[in-house]
């Protein structure tokens, strides 16, 4: 691994307890990460815009180990204020697979206060938004511990690389605006290890972009992502797809340069069905969108063609939909999902985002940010 290092290891007595925080968004794919290869690396490439208002909120408190540190990682962890045994359980794998990278971390106490802004079972995967928050504090700790990287963008690299590590996706939400993950010729620094900003190609119309998100249903998903990348490795449609990802990621570079929303809205819809057709196609089969997912998507189709806005959806894993469009159409779309498509979404809810400004650094006692 490009960032393993035997040498970062503390003298214990010389570490004084602290904390770091970090508050870090989802991001939603417009190219579409599936399936996966080796140690989390990507079959093809994806991009997303990062999200403004869907965040994790996570610190990261840290005390010297009095015990043992032979075993593996020490670490606890609270989601909004309630012990989570699953959520330490699988911390606690994650922080063991990074110790090639940081040796120190099973010489600490590690203790996580995790939140998330959306409401609990709201349906949105935490995933991406809540590995780079640790990712990002993780960092920030070597920072503290050692000496600081060279400047802002190897810090948000590293970052990036160890959130995928938890989380394929989320290595694309510790930049602000739009990422790529996965290499692109035309992006010469382009990885399948971590992931890179696009936010300075973006055009003014996809800067301010909104994302509302339709909450057609709240429960847990019968198959979890990582099952479903799995399934990928037997699927018959898997060799096309990711040639078809991958070329779709060089061409949305250029659409979200020049502000084509017509050519964006045709791409962001057929990756989000082509990722459903997916899951369909494999062995075994399984469904994710549900018939309210339809509804929306049909009223949508509906509302578009009669008024010529250029409102399109996505899908992640999952049966919610997004709505994506531009800030001129902000007014009769807001009017059209509260009339229209609230029937259709569990207890009418729905959260309204947009193309966000990327993770930021909290103090400690600070309270959260709106
Ligand atoms: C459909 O990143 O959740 O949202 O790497 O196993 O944690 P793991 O999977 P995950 O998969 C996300 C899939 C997706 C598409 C995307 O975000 O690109």
């Not at 010297?64 to 699988?90: M, N, W």
Request: hydrophobic content about 35%.
């Amino acid at each position: 691994m490009a960032y393993d290092n035997p040498s970062l290891t503390v003298v214990t007595e010389e570490v004084p307890p602290g904390a770091l925080r970090w508050r870090s968004p989802s991001n939603i794919a417009l190219v579409k990460y599936w399936g996966k290869h080796g140690d989390q690396l990507p079959r093809n490439a994806s991009v997303s815009f990062t999200l403004q208002n869907a965040a994790t909120d996570t610190t990261l408190h840290y005390a010297p180990r009095r015990e043992s540190v032979t075993g593996g990682v020490d670490v606890q962890l609270q989601l909004a204020g309630t012990p989570e045994p699953k959520f330490t359980a699988r911390t606690q794998t994650y922080l063991k697979r990074l110790l090639p990278v940081y040796p120190f971390l099973r010489q600490l106490e590690l203790r996580i206060e995790t939140q998330n802004s959306f409401p609990h079972s709201a349906g949105i995967a935490s995933s991406a938004s809540g590995m780079s928050a640790l990712a990002l504090c993780l960092v920030s700790l070597e920072e503290q511990l050692f000496e600081p990287l060279p400047d802002r963008a190897a810090f948000l690299r590293k970052a990036s690389y160890l959130a995928r590590l938890g989380s394929g996706s989320a290595c694309r939400s510790v930049y602000g605006g739009a990422a790529v993950w996965g290499q692109v010729p035309e992006l010469s620094d382009s990885s399948g290890a971590y992931a890179v900003s696009i936010a300075e190609q973006l055009h003014p119309t996809f800067q301010s972009y909104h994302d509302d998100i339709l909450l057609v249903s709240r429960s847990e998903k019968a198959v979890s992502s990582r099952a479903g990348h799995g399934l990928m490795d037997q699927n018959p449609y898997a060799p096309p797809r990711y040639a078809q990802a991958n070329a779709r990621s060089r061409e949305i570079l250029g659409v979200l340069q020049r502000g084509d929303t017509e050519r964006f809205g045709q791409l962001l819809e057929s990756e989000a069905l082509t990722l459903h057709a997916l899951m369909m196609s494999s062995q075994p089969s399984y469904t994710l969108i549900e018939p309210n997912t339809l509804h929306v998507i049909n009223l949508l189709r509906q509302f578009r063609s009669e008024t010529g806005h250029p409102i399109y959806f996505t899908l992640d894993a999952g049966p919610n939909v997004h709505l994506l469009y531009p800030e001129a159409v902000a007014e009769p779309t807001r009017r059209f999902i509260r009339e229209h498509l609230l029937p259709y979404c569990e207890d009418r809810m729905y959260l309204a985002d947009r193309v966000g400004t990327g993770p930021e650094q909290l103090e400690v006692n600070q309270t959260t940010p709106a």
